[in-house]
């Protein structure tokens, strides 16, 4: 996966728990985007981020927020879990100084919340 | 805003066959296009890319043109494999703000027998 690592890839949890997702880089690109992806909707962006504490959102970001406190890092936090961010999330990766607008993505974390 | 409309699926064909999978966007200025697949319990891959109006991308003998007087970016093979069994994303590159982002159609599933 180009040196993503998302974690945990398989979480299930209750209603109104909160809920963290980590993407670990080791390619040292500046931008990171977390998308979801569900049925009928292909993928989604949630929030993006262009370099460390320099954060944007994305078209879905309500009930979710970043954190970016170092470039290899980039953490999406529910803070309290609905049934309807039931969904696969993908972290993916971008270096503009490279093959400009090309996404790596990693292989997903599935998060069911019950 | 800039949007992109991919043919639903399932698109269900025996080995050897011609495939195509649609895609138009809008777009204003001049967004670079991309299919993506995604193969079962996977991340998205890159498939292909065009920058400009009228560049070819290929890749792996799927084929898309990029053309801008009909704003369309369709995926073509000559013969598919069972192994071309996967999810076909169509994607363009949103530029805004302090990076680019990717706006993604909703996916078409690619089924091939046997």
């Known amino acids: 996966d180009a040196g993503i690592t998302q974690s945990p890839r398989h979480k299930v949890t209750e209603t109104g728990t909160p809920v963290t997702l980590r993407c670990h880089q080791t390619?040292?690109?500046?931008?990171m985007y977390w998308y979801r992806q569900d049925p009928g909707h292909g993928l989604r962006l949630i929030h993006y981020?262009?370099?460390?504490?320099?954060?944007d959102k994305g078209e879905v970001s309500d009930g979710y927020s970043v954190s970016r406190s170092k470039t290899e890092d980039f953490l999406l936090t529910l803070e309290s879990a609905t049934s309807s961010q039931t969904s696969v999330y993908f972290c993916?990766?971008?270096?503009?100084?490279?093959?400009?607008?090309?996404?790596?993505f990693g292989a997903g974390s599935r998060l069911t919340v019950l | 805003g800039n949007s992109v409309t991919q043919m639903e699926g399932p698109v269900t064909l025996s080995e050897e066959a011609f495939l195509t999978i649609n895609c138009t966007y809008t777009?204003?200025?001049?967004?670079?296009l991309f299919w993506y697949v995604q193969y079962p319990g996977e991340g998205l891959q890159l498939l292909l890319k065009?920058?400009?109006?009228?560049d070819k991308g290929s890749n792996k003998g799927f084929e898309a043109t990029y053309r801008k007087e009909t704003t369309s970016f369709h995926l073509e093979k000559g013969s598919v494999q069972v192994s071309d069994s996967a999810v076909y994303f169509c994607?363009?590159?949103?530029?805004?703000?302090?990076?680019?982002?990717?706006?993604f159609g909703t996916g078409t599933l690619l089924a091939v027998q046997p």
């Open positions: 993916a990766i971008s270096d503009p100084r490279g093959r400009a607008n090309v996404l790596t």
């Open positions: 777009a204003t200025g001049y967004p670079s």
């Open positions: 390619e040292n690109h500046r931008y």
């Open positions: 065009a920058t400009k109006a009228d």
């Open positions: 994607a363009l590159s949103d530029y805004g703000g302090a990076t680019n982002k990717l706006i």
């Open positions: 981020s262009y370099g460390v504490k320099d954060t």
